[in-house]
C-alpha cells in the first residue's frame, strides 16, 4: 500500500492547491517572466555567452539540490552541504598539490563527502538527532576545519589540464559541466521514480509511522539519503574548485540555502513525500539567474540574500500552503 501511495505522490491535480505550488510549469512561467524583466533592465542579460555563464554556475547548486531533494522527501533537512563543498573542494586542492593525480584525488574527496554524509545519516537514524540540530553541527565543524588547515588563505595553483576540463572543458561544444549535471538527473531520477529505494524515500517522507509498520528499514534508507548527499556535495566541491583553480575557506558557505530553495521551488515539499527533480534544477537555475541580474542591473552583493532571502520565503509559503489545501481536500 505504500509503495502504491509512493508511486502516486508528486502526481499534480488541476485545482488551486497546484496553481500555488511553484513547480514544474509553474517554474518555467516564473522564469520566463524574470527573464523579460531582466532584458528590459540590462541590455547585456539576453546573450549565449551570459546564458552559458547562468548554466554553469546553477550546476554547483543543481548538484547538491539533488542531494538535498532526496534529504527532503524523507523530510529531513541538511544543513552542512555548503560545508561538505567547501571540505571537498579543499581536500582536493591539497591532494593535488601534494602530486597525487587527478582521479584518485578527486575519488577521494567524494568518499570523504560520503563519509560526512555517513556521519550525518548515523546521527539522525542511530543517534536519534533532530536533522537540524545533527547537520548543524557538522557544518560548523567543517567549516572550521577549513578554516583552520587555510587559516583564511586561498590555496592557489590548480592548474592541472585534466582538472580544469571538469568546470571549464566542453565536449562537442557544451560544457563538460552541464552534461556532467544532465547526467547525473537522469541517474537519480531514475532512482528516486523507478527504484523502491526512490519509493521508500517519498513513502518515509509521507509517513514515516506507517513506512516503518509496512517493514521499510527506516534508518538504512535516511543513511543512505545522507550518504548519497555529502557524494553529490563533494562533486559539486570539486567542479567549484576546479573551476576558480583554487580553494578557498568561505567556498559553499551559504549555499545551503540556495540548495533548499532550489529544492522547494522546484515542487519539493519541505513536510516530505513529494519530489520534482528536474523542476528542481530550474529552481537552481532560477536563483542562479536571480543573481546574475542583480549583478548586471548594478545591485549591490549586500543585497543578494536580502533578495534571495525573500525568494526563500516565497517559495515556502507556497508549498505550505498549496499543503494545507491538499489535506483539506
Given at each position: 500500500?505504500?509503495?502504491?501511495?509512493?508511486?502516486?505522490?508528486?502526481?499534480?491535480?488541476?485545482?488551486?492547491?497546484?496553481?500555488?505550488?511553484?513547480?514544474?510549469?509553474?517554474?518555467?512561467?516564473?522564469?520566463?517572466?524574470?527573464?523579460?524583466?531582466?532584458?528590459?533592465?540590462?541590455?547585456?542579460?539576453?546573450?549565449?555567452?551570459?546564458?552559458?555563464?547562468?548554466?554553469?554556475?546553477?550546476?554547483?547548486?543543481?548538484?547538491?539540490?539533488?542531494?538535498?531533494?532526496?534529504?527532503?522527501?524523507?523530510?529531513?533537512?541538511?544543513?552542512?552541504?555548503?560545508?561538505?563543498?567547501?571540505?571537498?573542494?579543499?581536500?582536493?586542492?591539497?591532494?593535488?598539490?601534494?602530486?597525487?593525480?587527478?582521479?584518485?584525488?578527486?575519488?577521494?574527496?567524494?568518499?570523504?563527502?560520503?563519509?560526512?554524509?555517513?556521519?550525518?545519516?548515523?546521527?539522525?537514524?542511530?543517534?536519534?538527532?533532530?536533522?537540524?540540530?545533527?547537520?548543524?553541527?557538522?557544518?560548523?565543524?567543517?567549516?572550521?576545519?577549513?578554516?583552520?588547515?587555510?587559516?583564511?588563505?586561498?590555496?592557489?595553483?590548480?592548474?592541472?589540464?585534466?582538472?580544469?576540463?571538469?568546470?571549464?572543458?566542453?565536449?562537442?561544444?557544451?560544457?563538460?559541466?552541464?552534461?556532467?549535471?544532465?547526467?547525473?538527473?537522469?541517474?537519480?531520477?531514475?532512482?528516486?521514480?523507478?527504484t523502491k529505494f526512490g519509493r521508500y524515500v517519498l513513502a518515509i517522507g509521507?509517513?514515516?509511522?506507517?513506512?516503518?509498520?509496512?517493514?521499510?528499514?527506516?534508518?538504512?534508507?535516511?543513511?543512505?539519503?545522507?550518504?548519497?548527499?555529502?557524494?553529490?556535495?563533494?562533486?559539486?566541491?570539486?567542479?567549484?574548485?576546479?573551476?576558480?583553480?583554487?580553494?578557498?575557506?568561505?567556498?559553499?558557505?551559504?549555499?545551503?540555502?540556495?540548495?533548499?530553495?532550489?529544492?522547494?521551488?522546484?515542487?519539493?515539499?519541505?513536510?516530505?513525500?513529494?519530489?520534482?527533480?528536474?523542476?528542481?534544477?530550474?529552481?537552481?537555475?532560477?536563483?542562479?539567474?536571480?543573481?546574475?541580474?542583480?549583478?548586471?542591473?548594478?545591485?549591490?552583493?549586500?543585497?543578494?540574500?536580502?533578495?534571495?532571502?525573500?525568494?526563500?520565503?516565497?517559495?515556502?509559503?507556497?508549498?505550505?500552503?498549496?499543503?494545507?489545501?491538499?489535506?483539506?481536500?
Open positions: 500500500m505504500i509503495e502504491k501511495n509512493a508511486k502516486n505522490t508528486g502526481r499534480k491535480k488541476f485545482n488551486l492547491s497546484s496553481l500555488l505550488s511553484i513547480s514544474g510549469f509553474g517554474v518555467v512561467i516564473a522564469y520566463i517572466l524574470l527573464c523579460v524583466l531582466l532584458t528590459f533592465l540590462s541590455r547585456n542579460f539576453l546573450t549565449i555567452n551570459n546564458f552559458i555563464t547562468i548554466i554553469r554556475q546553477a550546476v554547483w547548486v543543481g548538484v547538491m539540490g539533488i542531494g538535498m531533494t532526496f534529504v527532503i522527501a524523507t523530510g529531513g533537512i541538511d544543513l552542512s552541504v555548503g560545508s561538505t563543498l567547501g571540505f571537498a573542494g579543499l581536500t582536493v586542492a591539497v591532494l593535488l598539490q601534494k602530486g597525487i593525480e587527478v582521479f584518485p584525488a578527486c575519488l577521494i574527496a567524494m568518499l570523504i563527502g560520503a563519509f560526512i554524509g555517513l556521519i550525518n545519516g548515523l546521527l539522525i537514524s542511530k543517534v536519534k538527532l533532530p536533522a537540524f540540530i545533527a547537520t548543524l553541527g557538522t557544518m560548523s565543524i567543517l567549516r572550521g576545519l577549513v578554516y583552520v588547515y587555510t587559516k583564511g588563505i586561498p590555496v592557489y595553483g590548480l592548474r592541472y589540464p585534466a582538472f580544469q576540463y571538469l568546470a571549464q572543458g566542453y565536449f562537442y561544444g557544451i560544457p563538460f559541466p552541464v552534461i556532467l549535471m544532465a547526467v547525473l538527473l537522469l541517474i537519480f531520477s531514475f532512482l528516486m521514480y523507478r509521507s509517513n514515516e509511522d506507517g513506512a516503518r509498520l509496512v517493514g521499510i528499514d527506516i534508518d538504512k534508507i535516511k543513511i543512505w539519503v545522507y550518504i548519497l548527499t555529502g557524494f553529490l556535495c563533494s562533486i559539486s566541491g570539486i567542479l567549484l574548485t576546479s573551476r576558480s583553480e583554487a580553494a578557498v575557506a568561505d567556498a559553499g558557505s551559504g549555499y545551503e540555502m540556495d540548495a533548499i530553495a532550489a529544492s522547494v521551488i522546484g515542487g519539493t515539499s519541505m513536510s516530505g513525500g513529494k519530489a520534482n527533480l528536474p523542476a528542481m534544477f530550474l529552481g537552481a537555475v532560477l536563483m542562479t539567474t536571480i543573481r546574475n541580474g542583480l549583478n548586471l542591473t548594478g545591485v549591490s552583493s549586500l543585497w543578494h540574500q536580502v533578495v534571495l532571502g525573500f525568494v526563500i520565503l516565497i517559495a515556502v509559503t507556497m508549498d505550505s500552503l498549496s499543503t494545507r489545501l491538499l489535506r483539506k481536500e
